[in-house]
């Protein structure tokens, strides 16, 4: 491998044009040999941050991973990419290990991947030593705190090992990592300086939605029907779960398989192989047992139980949408799994009691927000999410449907709240409004309340979207440590005036659009001929699908259809020995495809809108918004005054704006976005480039790394900014 700079080598090895959020300072740091934290998201780029240096340093690059399965599943990428790799564990037999070890001592191997039991091994100590050893990279790192949700005692005695191997930089990488967790990452491993750096936790690809558990193999039987022939993980509380569930969907004519630590260790290889290889469709997993899997192209989560911790839930969605293409996580909830969780925590002991309490209580109060999903989530992680719509939630969703004159259910949702004092949770006086008598009910004797089963034609999911709404327009809080709610002025006022209030009724899961992943609007034909090749490839490979070509690869060539070798270079995921390997075979596809329907090659670099482009036609309310604001009124205030969320607030600014009148020049836009300053600065070179028409080019010029929530503020800063 000729050493290079890293964006040569991203491109010409990985097939990528550009970075993702702080790898390019991430992989600076530890070339420069500073010991490095880097928290970035699932599906954020972690592995790039060590494999670019690996193949830079003249040494060997040492990966710690506690997962037998990923190890395996790198290696291989990373043989398809035509780098040195291997992996040293208990999988292998005594030949293949023997063998492995050969290669590593010849200086043949770039990248080594051990298990923290492994490295802790004499003879794998004694090896190392014999050997140039440029980088120690510690993924999951996590694993070593105790504060962690995962944590384990081999990785808190790797501190012992660090000073045995002084010329080797430390990397420490995870996705899950709060403050706490973070700042305990470091004291154990030593580290002296505070390199630390901290990506966005938010997955703008991934659709995040919870509903009631009612009848969850009914719910779960409806959901799939969205998602034919893609690959899903369904996560159960216990192993008899899996086991009935995936009979179940077998019996539904799916193709889904079982999961979990009582398998026999073959079965449970054979069935994952099965899933990650696409001749199965659906995983059927117990929460407690990792999967260990960097599976691109899985397209749902669905949880049917209750995850322990926000971190166990967070690192189980990141399962999903690893190739930047949107995913659906779907968690049904039931007050009566958080008990069946907190009965397990009263058995173990302090202090591990106590953390499991805190992580449990974080995880309930997010599944009863009914708030924007990714507030909580992100918050959690020490991060603040300024954002007022993330588009990308059943919060958030339900205000963007048509509206419905709702008043009627919203005041009897109201009422119900304060005759049951203002002391419960959505969930409690749902079941009030719903003539339910559950204990709770009885015991509060809500039952005699004349609010008590008036509320019976509605579904317990639509009851759930009027609480959320009700929340978003400022006429209910919640807090407290379980989420009760309470009348806000604004709903005694709304009550007293008998304002009408407008929403939407629908409860329905949200749906997936066809043939439109993330923003990319595929042809479906041409995609799925591709993937039919891409599984003919890779079974004779003996590799995933997903190490061939991720989705987003295939679901590009669908929207740019390459006939020639730049164009498909320049198809993301493609570098020199992919192309090398698998460029003709594509190629020749998409030329049988597109010739007979005389469809021509695209070019990646749409064209700039120019000033005679069609302008929206403006309405007067967005007059009056761009008007009050250009005398100097906040965004904040117009939402309130109209009534409106800030998002509706934004987009009668752009109609104005891009209307030809000129909007006051103002930080405001600025002070709303969460992203980093060479990001923002980025959005702004690329609407200077590209215009503010539209934010389709500029989301695509980007790489899909930012949201369109954060393009619709950044191109109001720009249409401020670069106004005369």
């Given at each position: 491998?000729?050493?290079?700079?890293?964006?040569?080598?991203?491109?010409?090895?990985?097939?990528?044009?550009?970075?993702?959020?702080?790898?390019?300072e991430?992989?600076?740091?530890?070339?420069?040999?500073?010991?490095t934290?880097?928290i970035?998201?699932?599906?954020?780029?972690?592995?790039?941050?060590?494999?670019?240096?690996?193949?830079?340093?003249p040494?060997?690059?040492?990966?710690?991973?506690?997962?037998?399965?990923?190890?395996k599943?790198?290696?291989?990428?990373?043989?398809?990419?035509?780098?040195?790799?291997?992996?040293?564990?208990?999988?292998?037999?005594?030949?293949?290990?023997?063998?492995?070890?050969q290669?590593?001592?010849?200086?043949?191997v770039k990248?080594?991947?051990?298990?923290p039991?492994?490295?802790?091994?004499?003879?794998?100590?004694?090896?190392?030593?014999?050997?140039?050893?440029?980088?120690?990279?510690?993924?999951?790192a996590?694993?070593?705190?105790?504060?962690?949700?995962?944590?384990?005692?081999?990785?808190?005695?790797?501190?012992?090992i660090?000073?045995?191997?002084?010329?080797a930089?430390?990397?420490?990488?995870?996705?899950?990592a709060?403050?706490?967790?973070?700042?305990?990452?470091?004291?154990?491993?030593?580290?002296?300086?505070a390199?630390e750096?901290?990506?966005?936790?938010?997955?703008?690809?991934?659709?995040?939605?919870?509903r009631p558990?009612?009848?969850p193999?009914?719910?779960?039987?409806?959901f799939?029907?969205?998602?034919?022939?893609?690959?899903?993980?369904?996560?159960?509380?216990?192993r008899q779960?899996?086991?009935?569930?995936?009979?179940?969907?077998?019996e539904?004519g799916?193709?889904?398989?079982?999961?979990?630590?009582?398998?026999e260790?073959?079965q449970?290889?054979?069935?994952?192989?099965?899933f990650i290889?696409?001749?199965?469709?659906?995983?059927?997993?117990?929460?407690?047992?990792?999967?260990g899997i960097?599976?691109?192209?899985?397209?749902?989560?669905?949880?049917?139980?209750?995850p322990?911790?926000?971190?166990?839930?967070?690192?189980?969605?990141?399962?999903?949408?690893?190739?930047?293409?949107?995913?659906?996580?779907?968690?049904?909830?039931?007050?009566s799994?958080a008990?069946?969780?907190?009965?397990?925590?009263?058995?173990?002991?302090?202090p591990?009691?106590?953390?499991?309490?805190?992580h449990l209580?974080?995880?309930?109060?997010?599944?009863?927000?009914?708030?924007?999903?990714?507030?909580?989530?992100?918050?959690?992680?020490?991060?603040?999410?300024?954002?007022?719509?993330?588009?990308?939630?059943d919060?958030c969703?339900?205000?963007?449907?048509?509206?419905?004159?709702?008043?009627?259910?919203?005041?009897?949702?109201?009422?119900?709240?304060?005759?049951?004092?203002?002391?419960?949770?959505?969930?409690?006086?749902?079941?009030?409004?719903?003539?339910?008598?559950?204990a709770k009910?009885?015991?509060?004797?809500?039952?005699?309340?004349?609010?008590?089963?008036?509320?019976?034609?509605l579904?317990?999911?639509q009851?759930?979207?009027?609480?959320?709404?009700?929340?978003?327009?400022?006429?209910?809080?919640?807090?407290?440590?379980?989420g009760?709610?309470?009348?806000?002025?604004?709903a005694?006022e709304?009550?007293?005036?008998?304002?009408?209030i407008?929403?939407?009724?629908?409860?329905?899961?949200?749906?997936?659009?066809?043939g439109k992943?993330?923003?990319?609007?595929?042809?479906?034909?041409?995609f799925?001929?591709?993937?039919?090749?891409?599984k003919?490839?890779?079974?004779?490979?003996?590799v995933?699908?997903y190490?061939?070509?991720?989705?987003?690869?295939?679901?590009?060539?669908?929207?740019?259809?390459?006939?020639t070798?730049?164009?498909?270079?320049?198809?993301?995921?493609?570098g020199?020995?992919?192309?090398?390997?698998?460029?003709?075979?594509?190629?020749?596809?998409?030329?049988?495809?597109?010739?007979?329907?005389?469809?021509?090659?695209?070019?990646?670099?749409?064209?700039?809108?120019?000033?005679?482009?069609k302008?929206?036609?403006?309405?007067?309310?967005?007059?009056q918004?761009?008007?009050?604001?250009s005398?100097g009124?906040?965004v904040?205030?117009?939402?309130?005054?109209w009534?409106?969320s800030?998002?509706?607030?934004?987009?009668?600014?752009?109609?104005?704006?891009?209307?030809?009148h000129?909007?006051?020049?103002?930080?405001?836009?600025?002070?709303?976005?969460?992203?980093q300053?060479?990001?923002?600065?980025a959005?702004?070179?690329?609407?200077?480039?590209?215009?503010?028409?539209?934010?389709?080019?500029?989301?695509?010029?980007l790489?899909?790394?930012?949201?369109?929530?954060?393009?619709?503020?950044?191109?109001?800063?720009?249409?401020?900014?670069?106004?005369?």
């Amino acid at each position: 491998m000729t050493v290079g700079e890293p964006l040569s080598i991203l491109k010409s090895v990985f097939g990528y044009s550009s970075f993702k959020p702080f790898q390019p300072e991430i992989i600076q740091n530890v070339l420069k040999k500073r010991d490095t934290l880097a928290i970035l998201p699932t599906g954020g780029g972690k592995s790039v941050c060590y494999q670019i240096p690996a193949l830079i340093f003249p040494g060997l690059t040492v990966v710690i991973s506690p997962l037998i399965a990923l190890m395996k599943d790198q290696v291989e990428q990373l043989h398809e990419l035509g780098v040195p790799a291997l992996f040293l564990n208990s999988s292998l037999s005594t030949k293949a290990y023997q063998a492995n070890m050969q290669a590593v001592r010849s200086g043949n191997v770039k990248l080594l991947y051990v298990a923290p039991e492994t490295l802790l091994t004499t003879r794998i100590y004694n090896l190392l030593h014999t050997l140039p050893l440029d980088c120690l990279t510690i993924d999951e790192a996590h694993c070593i705190s105790e504060w962690g949700h995962d944590f384990r005692q081999e990785y808190r005695q790797l501190a012992d090992i660090r000073p045995h191997f002084p010329n080797a930089v430390c990397l420490a990488l995870t996705a899950t990592a709060t403050p706490r967790v973070r700042q305990d990452i470091q004291k154990c491993l030593a580290f002296k300086t505070a390199n630390e750096f901290v990506a966005s936790f938010n997955r703008p690809n991934l659709l995040i939605e919870v509903r009631p558990k009612i009848n969850p193999l009914q719910q779960i039987l409806k959901f799939l029907e969205g998602f034919q022939n893609q690959s899903g993980i369904i996560y159960c509380f216990t192993r008899q779960q899996v086991e009935t569930l995936a009979q179940s969907l077998q019996e539904h004519g799916y193709a889904a398989r079982p999961y979990h630590a009582g398998l026999e260790d073959e079965q449970r290889k054979i069935n994952q192989e099965l899933f990650i290889r696409d001749d199965i469709q659906i995983i059927v997993a117990t929460i407690a047992f990792g999967m260990g899997i960097n599976k691109s192209n899985v397209r749902f989560v669905i949880h049917h139980d209750l995850p322990k911790s926000i971190e166990s839930y967070y690192q189980e969605i990141g399962r999903a949408g690893r190739d930047g293409l949107e995913a659906h996580c779907l968690l049904l909830y039931s007050f009566s799994d958080a008990q069946k969780l907190r009965y397990f925590i009263n058995q173990k002991e302090e202090p591990l009691r106590k953390v499991a309490e805190h992580h449990l209580q974080a995880m309930i109060q997010f599944a009863e927000s009914l708030a924007c999903r990714r507030k909580p989530l992100l918050e959690y992680f020490g991060e603040r999410y300024a954002t007022a719509n993330c588009g990308m939630c059943d919060a958030c969703r339900s205000s963007e449907q048509k509206t419905d004159d709702i008043t009627i259910p919203a005041q009897m949702f109201l009422s119900c709240v304060k005759r049951t004092g203002e002391s419960f949770p959505a969930r409690h006086v749902m079941d009030v409004l719903s003539g339910k008598r559950t204990a709770k009910v009885i015991q509060h004797e809500h039952q005699n309340l004349s609010t008590f089963g008036i509320g019976k034609e509605l579904t317990q999911n639509q009851w759930r979207s009027i609480a959320s709404q009700l929340v978003q327009k400022g006429l209910l809080s919640e807090g407290g440590k379980y989420g009760r709610h309470r009348l806000t002025a604004k709903a005694y006022e709304t009550l007293k005036n008998k304002s009408p209030i407008l929403g939407t009724l629908t409860g329905d899961s949200l749906a997936p659009a066809p043939g439109k992943l993330s923003g990319i609007e595929y042809d479906q034909g041409l995609f799925e001929i591709l993937r039919k090749k891409r599984k003919e490839l890779a079974d004779a490979a003996q590799v995933p699908p997903y190490v061939i070509f991720s989705d987003r690869t295939l679901a590009e060539m669908a929207v740019y259809y390459p006939m020639t070798e730049p164009g498909m270079k320049g198809i993301s995921g493609i570098g020199a020995v992919k192309f090398a390997r698998y460029g003709k075979d594509f190629l020749e596809l998409i030329r049988g495809y597109c010739q007979p329907r005389n469809l021509e090659e695209k070019s990646r670099q749409p064209a700039r809108q120019t000033s005679q482009a069609k302008r929206p036609d403006i309405s007067a309310r967005s007059l009056q918004v761009g008007e009050a604001f250009s005398a100097g009124r906040p965004v904040a205030d117009l939402s309130t005054e109209w009534g409106v969320s800030p998002d509706t607030i934004l987009q009668h600014l752009v109609n104005y704006a891009l209307d030809g009148h000129p909007l006051r020049q103002s930080d405001e836009f600025l002070k709303m976005s969460h992203l980093q300053p060479d990001q923002q600065i980025a959005v702004g070179q690329a609407f200077e480039k590209l215009g503010a028409q539209r934010l389709k080019p500029v989301f695509e010029a980007l790489g899909g790394t930012i949201s369109y929530d954060e393009l619709k503020i950044l191109r109001l800063h720009y249409l401020c900014s670069s106004q005369p």
